[in-house]
């Protein structure tokens, strides 16, 4: 086990920058970061939402990724056309573990990968006709009620216009909602880009869509927005809100189907889980529709008690407050049954989180839910808010490429507006606000924006963490240090780990990882003779 107080931060952040050229390790200077919390939860300024470094290797994925796979992929009866080459949407074809359970008879179109294929020919002559000819077939074959494009980047630098054809089709066929999204990979620093974009055009195009008969029945009716149901969190969250009576009109977007988005303007709440993802929507419905929100965190047992007694006192019903207690009473006995067990075995144990945009914020509740220190964390693509929390937004200096994506301009329809507060914020409930995960880490630990390759390698050799978090693209480099290895983006083929039952399923895979031995009886063939001899073809 290693001691986390035993490496000076100051230290571990020197080693980091250490073998890089001047002119990168100042930049990267700025956004590696010790943490220290002061008064009002004031924490250091960390710089973020920058370009990676090119040939860094950074941990980052696309625009296009933030868009078609993140927002609208978990979603399942929008049929969804990448216009690309096909690699574009093959790397894409259910590698996020999204999952989703259509109604008896209704259609799923996520076991699909629908592409244009680009080829040269398309690159040179346009592909606008093949997209339209693409398009046409789907009809025919999957008769869907809701259509998205997707633009990839060579869509982008030969000028196809998704929107057009998304406009002709529609003409076309009326009755079939078409709408496409110029989210080619470029177009930002990051996934980050790509949500935003997603979220303008389901805005503008999807919610609202369908009348107010399209909500649905229950006294208590909300959208659970970033949650997008990898491993089945979504289930299990749907598990907990119907046995507290909660109705989940829309989930953006795990588990979820069109005329849900359609209605979604229905609903009289929209709690936040991922606030990277999808505020930028949760903003735009308050402005148009009056629907408040709030963030809430269900990865932990406790953040889940917390987050669904914070849902309660916003309704503020006597008779939801005491069947939400009444649940959590019930739900929780069993977890801490097992989560005192497996924090006998990993109390003092330590770990590192390096996610996306809000993981690696929501994991540390059940890592010290378990006794378990986190030494550092980072995010791969947040802002500023999603770091240091929303206080700082009027002071995060706008770049040209957060420029690059439209900010719609909202305005109140004062035929659908509704006074939905219910004098929330007089009865001591905050709303639009999130803290961010600095305020809650511990002093001294590295928080560490766009890690790369060579950063992980040092951080893992310095401080020897018990366990490192991160994706696919991280695990074989951390398990050949002799590290276990948890992804948080896919969960490793397993899940659910929101809401109670995850929460289960967590503490128990962590306790079987951080006290395996056999981390400890491997050796790598380098570590025994640190150079490889090679014999050349030509020698
Ligand atoms: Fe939100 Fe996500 Fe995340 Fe994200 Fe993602 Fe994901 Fe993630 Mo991978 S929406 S920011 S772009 S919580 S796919 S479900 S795990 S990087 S931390």
């Known amino acids: 086990m290693s001691d986390p107080t035993s490496v000076n931060p100051e230290a571990g952040k020197a080693a980091l920058l250490e073998a890089m050229p001047a002119k990168v390790a100042r930049r990267r200077a700025k956004q590696v970061v010790v943490n220290q919390v002061g008064e009002g939860e004031a924490v250091p300024e960390i710089a973020v939402n920058a370009r990676t470094i090119p040939g860094i290797l950074t941990m980052r994925g696309c625009t296009y990724a933030g868009c078609r796979g993140v927002v609208l992929g978990p979603t399942n009866d929008i049929l969804q056309i ?156 749907e598990r907990i809100f119907d046995k507290c009576g909660l109705t989940i009109q829309a989930t953006f977007s795990g588990n979820s189907v069109y005329d849900e988005f359609a209605s979604s303007h229905t609903a009289d709440l929209n709690v936040v889980m991922c606030h990277r993802s999808i505020n930028y929507l949760a903003e735009m419905m308050e402005k148009k ?116 994506i439209e900010e719609i301009h909202v305005d109140k329809d004062p035929a659908q507006w509704r006074e939905l507060k219910r004098d929330a914020e007089a009865r001591g409930l905050t709303l639009n606000d999130y803290v961010g995960m600095m305020p809650e880490m511990k002093d001294g630990a590295l928080v560490i924006d766009d890690l790369n390759h060579h950063e992980t390698e040092v951080l893992l050799e310095l401080y020897k963490p018990d366990i490192f978090c991160a994706g696919i693209k991280e695990k074989y480099v951390v398990q050949k240090h002799g590290i276990p290895m948890k992804q948080l983006h896919s969960y490793d083929y397993s899940g659910p780990y929101a809401g109670f039952k995850g929460a289960v399923n967590f503490y128990q895979e962590i306790d079987r990882m951080v006290n395996s031995k056999v981390w400890s009886l491997i050796q790598a063939p380098w570590q025994k003779e640190p150079q490889i001899a090679a014999r050349y073809g030509w020698e």
């Open 82 to 237: 990448v216009h690309g080459p096909v690699g574009c949407s093959f790397y894409a074809w259910l590698t996020r573990r999204n999952q989703t359970k259509a109604a008896a008879g209704a259609p799923n179109f996520m076991p699909y990968a629908l592409t244009t294929d680009m080829q040269e020919e398309n690159i040179v002559f346009g592909g606008e006709k093949k997209l339209r000819q693409a398009i046409e077939e789907a009809i025919a074959i999957f008769k869907p009620k809701a259509i998205g494009i997707f633009a990839t980047c060579p869509v982008g630098l030969i000028g196809d216009d998704v929107h057009a054809v998304a406009r002709d089709v529609e003409a076309s066929h009326p009755g079939i909602n078409v709408f496409g999204f110029s989210c080619e990979g470029y177009k930002g620093v990051s996934q980050s880009a790509g949500h935003h974009i997603a979220n303008n055009k389901l805005f503008t195009d999807v919610v609202g869509q369908s009348g107010t008969e399209g909500r649905k029945p229950g006294k208590f009716v909300l959208n659970l927005l970033g949650e997008y149901n990898i491993g089945g969190d979504a289930f299990e969250l």
């Open 289 to 404: 529709y009056g629907i408040p929100w709030f963030k809430v965190n269900f990865i932990g047992a406790h953040s889940t008690a917390k987050s669904l007694r914070k849902i309660a006192q916003f309704f503020n019903d006597a008779a939801l407050i005491s069947q939400v207690e009444k649940v959590i009473e019930e739900e929780l006995a069993p977890v801490e049954q097992e989560r005192l067990r497996a924090k006998e075995h990993c109390q003092g144990k330590t770990a590192m989180l390096f996610v996306g945009g809000s993981r690696a914020h929501h994991y540390q509740d059940l890592f010290t839910e378990l006794g378990m220190h986190t030494l550092a964390a980072g995010y791969e693509f947040a802002h500023r808010d999603d770091y240091e929390g929303r206080k700082v937004l009027p002071s995060i200096k706008v770049d040209a490429d957060s420029r690059n």
